[in-house]
């Protein structure tokens, strides 16, 4: 699956931003997707997912309450809806996915997708 994510750019501390990742396949074929998210100088960490057929949803501690994940299966995509963004939400956005079923999957992990888009980058203002 090939994934393209878009809606990066700059934004002042305190505003809202929404990424969309469209993958290649049809969104409801999807097992999962979510967003991974990495600073300058630091690893790559989980930001948010959903479990296409269940609608469960994750989100990391450090954004739950300000971020949303949503799917819309018409348009094929996936958002990520960011609010109340700080500094430390700089980072460079990736969108992932997964195919299929796989007993015991984890979605804040990195191994439980595979595939992912080339990244977008957010880049947050004070």
């Known amino acids: 699956v090939q994934l393209q994510a878009s809606g990066g750019g700059l934004v002042q501390a305190g505003g809202p931003l929404r990424l969309s990742c469209a993958p290649s396949?049809?969104?409801?074929?999807?097992?999962?997707m979510g967003w991974f998210r990495q600073a300058p100088g630091k690893e790559r960490e989980f930001v948010a997912a959903v479990k296409w057929s269940a609608a469960t949803k994750y989100y990391a501690a450090s954004v739950n309450g300000r971020f949303t994940i949503s799917g819309d299966d018409a348009k094929n995509t996936v958002y990520l809806q960011m609010n109340s963004l700080n500094s430390e939400d700089t980072a460079v956005y990736y969108c992932?996915?997964?195919?299929?079923?796989?007993?015991?999957?984890?979605?804040?992990?990195?191994?439980?997708?595979?595939?992912w888009g080339q990244g977008t980058q957010v880049t947050v203002s004070s």
């Open positions: 992932a996915a997964r195919r299929q079923y796989t007993q015991g999957w984890d979605a804040t992990k990195e191994p439980a997708y595979d595939s």
């Open positions: 396949e049809r969104t409801f074929m999807m097992y999962a």
